[in-house]
T-cell receptor
Framework: GESVGLHLPTLSVQEGDNSIINCAYS??????FIWYKQESGKGPQFIID?????DKRQGQRVTVLLNKTVKHLSLQIAATQPGDSAVYFC????????????FGSGTQLTVLP | NAGVTQTPKFRVLKTGQSMTLLCAQD?????MYWYRQDPGMGLRLIHY???????AKGEVPDGYNVSRLKKQNFLLGLESAAPSQTSVYFC??????????FGQGTRLTVV
C-alpha cells in the first residue's frame, strides 16, 4: 500500500545548528503535506504545511521544501534549540480522502548542548 | 479555548472489559478522527467522521466502534478489550482548510 516514510529514525544536532529532517512519500496524488512535532507524553502539534502547488514554505525558524519529482519532503529548522527536541512526523493527505492523514513513523530529533 | 480535549488520560482495563473514550472539540470543526499510536510506528487511523451523524472506517477499525451524535463530540468505544489494543489513542479535528489539531492522548493498557 501507499505509505509515508522517513529516511532516518534519529537525528542529533548541536544547539544553534540547522536541522534537516527528510520524508519520502509514495502517493503522487497527495496534494497536501504537514509536519508535526510530538513531545514526550503529548499529542502531535502542527508545525507547518504545504500544498502540492508550492515548492517551499517558510514559517518562524522552519522551512518546508517539497520536491514532487522525487516525492520528497523536508523540514528545515534554523538555529535549533533544546526545545526543538522531539519526534517529528510528516503526514500526507490525498484528494477525496475526507482529509485523512497518512503518517510516517517519525524522526527523533535530539539537540545536543 | 481548549481545542481538543480527551478523557480519560489514562486507563487500565482487563481483557474483555468495555470502555468509551471521549473526544470534545470547541473549534466547530467538521472532521474528527481517532488514531492509535504504537511504539516505533506513526499514527494509524481507526475511524473518522466528516460531520455530525456520520462515521467511517479507517485503516485499523476492527475491535472499535465510534459515534458522532453531536458535532463537537466523537466517542471511541471498545466493546471487549484485548491486549493488542494497548496503545496511546489520539483524537484530532480538522477544519475545512488546514491541518489537524490533536488532543493530548489517552494511554490505555489492557491486561
Amino acid at each position: 500500500g501507499e505509505s509515508v516514510g522517513l529516511h532516518l529514525p534519529t537525528l542529533s544536532v548541536q544547539e544553534g545548528d540547522n536541522s534537516i529532517i527528510n520524508c519520502a512519500y509514495s502517493n503522487s496524488a497527495s496534494d497536501y503535506f504537514i509536519w508535526y512535532k510530538q513531545e514526550s507524553g503529548k499529542g502531535p502539534q502542527f508545525i507547518i504545511d504545504i500544498r502540492s502547488n508550492m515548492d517551499k514554505r517558510q514559517g518562524q525558524r522552519v522551512t518546508v521544501l517539497l520536491n514532487k519529482t522525487v516525492k520528497h519532503l523536508s523540514l528545515q529548522i534554523a538555529a535549533t534549540q533544546p526545545g526543538d527536541s522531539a519526534v517529528y512526523f510528516c503526514a500526507e493527505n490525498r484528494p477525496g480522502s475526507a482529509r485523512q492523514l497518512t503518517f510516517g513513523s517519525g524522526t527523533q530529533l535530539t539537540v545536543l548542548p | 479555548n481548549a481545542g481538543v480535549t480527551q478523557t480519560p488520560k489514562f486507563r487500565v482495563l482487563k481483557t474483555g472489559q468495555s470502555m468509551t473514550l471521549l473526544c470534545a472539540q470547541d473549534m466547530n470543526h467538521e472532521y474528527m478522527y481517532w488514531y492509535r499510536q504504537d511504539p516505533g510506528m506513526g499514527l494509524r487511523l481507526i475511524h473518522y467522521s466528516v460531520g455530525e451523524g456520520t462515521t467511517a472506517k479507517g485503516e485499523v477499525p476492527d475491535g472499535y466502534n465510534v459515534s458522532r451524535l453531536k458535532k463537537q463530540n466523537f466517542l471511541l468505544g471498545l466493546e471487549s478489550a484485548a491486549p493488542s489494543q494497548t496503545s496511546v489513542y489520539f483524537c484530532a479535528s480538522t477544519p475545512v482548510q488546514g491541518g489537524a489539531f490533536f488532543g493530548q492522548g489517552t494511554r490505555l493498557t489492557v491486561v
